[in-house]
């Protein structure tokens, strides 16, 4: 089963926190396509590590939210290869975890 991850990131200030980053680098292993998206500028060096982490890094402005940014994802990335995978998972960096081994 194949899987595609759309993860949406909000900081006003362009920094990814630690939780984030250690959640990405614990679960994006466990999915097929890594895609994060933020709706804000991303600093330059957590866009480096997150360059590292996932399969795609989009920055864009937080127009319509998590919903928008899902949305222009689904656009940029193209509705034929989100379709292609068996399982589409929506995500946002206010979840927090994983607590036990992922």
Known sequence: M???????????????SAHVMCQIQLISKSFDRFVFI???RLLEEDKFVLSSLCD???????IG???GAWK????IVGLD????????????????????DF
């Open 2 to 16: 194949t899987k595609i991850v759309l993860y949406v990131h909000y900081n006003p200030f362009g920094k990814v």
């Open 38 to 40: 933020s709706n804000s």
């Open 56 to 62: 795609q890094v989009i920055e864009r402005e937080n």
């Open 65 to 67: 939210f998590d919903f």
């Open 72 to 75: 222009d994802a689904i656009q």
């Open 81 to 100: 290869t989100v379709s292609s995978f068996d399982q589409l998972i929506l995500m946002n960096d206010t979840c927090f975890g994983p607590i036990y």
